[in-house]
């Protein structure tokens, strides 16, 4: 671990394009993408493609193959880039704080949106970029802070997919909503947890507002199906 | 009672029989999607009442927690179990794969079967 610390160090950094590079090449671990779609895909210039490529090839988290006047890139198989895969499972779209005190009322006046922190999935191309709408942003925030003290250490995250989370909602779309637990012993028993809850803020706002539980091993494992586009959506808001 | 709201009923009904035997034959998905149908039909019928005949699921969720969800002409918890059953049924689903169990889907076929009678004592109140 010790060797890889000053790579987790700079994968965990402020370098939002680094990130977006290495979600980018994980997410399709099976292919290799050349320098100039890496760069119009992340949506950076050429220069800092290259240069946040170089530091994770440095790393050991990308190799580099040139082939005739193309490069290309594509993941390690490394242990290590085994373990950053892991952590950058963390949504784009994840609450900010689920451990807030209280349960602050949802206003549900559109607001401008902000950007997502995505982490992994493809970045949102310049000329259509996804943002998730900022209702569904606060009915988030405001679930993650009611979930934090429930769950405790058994909540893993609280994510929003879907429409909203894609930005292409429409005003009468369901706010949805993904809790990850770090164990679901009984799914009704959840159901049953966080009844109140969701009611509550459907009935206040004249929306639906559902969840689904998952638990963290399958959220952080799963690969292809139902599971793993909604968790696509919800990190490439 | 409304002709309608008897139609929902005995619908209601049929759906609660088939969620029993698919709760027999283990099959989580379809006994899911039959508790919930009961459910939404159950919350239509509530509805008919107040004149109003919404079809979408989302459409019969909103306007059953609008109609009855804080009026307190119905008990509360049926809006709350209402969504839990559409919540149920879309965790049930095959894509997502999610670890649903047999009891879980058996509380929801029983509560379906408490808002059914209280159902009928409402629409039998309220022609």
């Known amino acids: 671990m010790t060797e890889n610390a000053a790579a987790v160090d700079m994968v965990m950094g402020k370098s939002s394009i680094r990130r977006r590079i290495l979600a980018l090449l994980i997410a399709e671990p099976d292919q290799r993408l050349h320098l100039r779609e890496i760069q119009r895909r992340v949506g950076t210039s050429p220069g800092t493609a290259s240069r946040e490529l170089a530091l994770l090839v440095a790393a050991g988290l990308v190799e580099r ?28 779209v994840q609450a900010p704080d689920h451990a807030a005190n209280g349960v602050a009322p949802v206003d549900a006046t559109p607001e401008p949106a902000r950007p997502p922190r995505t982490i992994r999935g493809s970045a949102p191309a310049r000329t259509n970029p996804r943002r998730p709408d900022a209702l569904g942003l606060r009915v988030l925030s405001r679930l993650a802070a009611g979930l934090g003290p429930l769950y405790a250490e058994r909540l893993a995250g609280v994510f929003l997919y879907g429409a909203r989370a894609r930005g292409d909602a429409q005003p009468d779309a369901d706010v949805e909503i993904v809790v990850v637990l770090n164990t679901i012993d009984r799914y009704g028993d959840e159901l049953e947890r966080t009844s109140a809850a969701f009611a509550g803020i459907s009935l206040e706002l004249g929306l639906i507002v559902s969840r689904v539980f998952v638990s963290e091993a399958a959220w952080q494992s799963e690969i292809e199906g139902r599971l793993s586009v909604m968790r696509s959506e919800a990190m490439s808001g | 009672m409304s002709e309608r709201a008897a139609q929902l009923i005995e619908g209601a ?3 609660i029989a088939s969620a029993h035997r698919e709760l027999d034959a283990e099959d989580t998905e379809a006994a899911a999607e039959r508790a919930c149908v009961a459910m939404l039909r159950l919350a239509k019928a509530c509805l008919d009442v107040d004149g109003l005949a919404p079809g979408p699921t989302q459409a019969v969720c909103i306007a059953y927690g609008s109609q009855f969800g804080r009026s307190g002409r119905m008990y509360s918890a049926y809006h709350r179990w209402l969504l839990d059953a559409a919540d149920l049924r879309k965790a049930s689903s095959g894509d997502l794969n999610l670890p649903v169990d047999l009891a879980s889907i058996a509380t929801a076929v029983e509560r379906a079967e408490i808002f059914r009678d209280a159902v009928v004592r409402f629409v039998e109140h309220n022609p």
């Open chain 1, 65 to 92: 193959e040139a082939e005739g006047h193309q490069v290309y890139f594509r993941p390690t198989s490394s242990p290590f880039a085994t373990m950053v895969r892991t952590l950058l499972l963390v949504p784009a």
């Open chain 2, 13 to 15: 009904e049929r759906a």
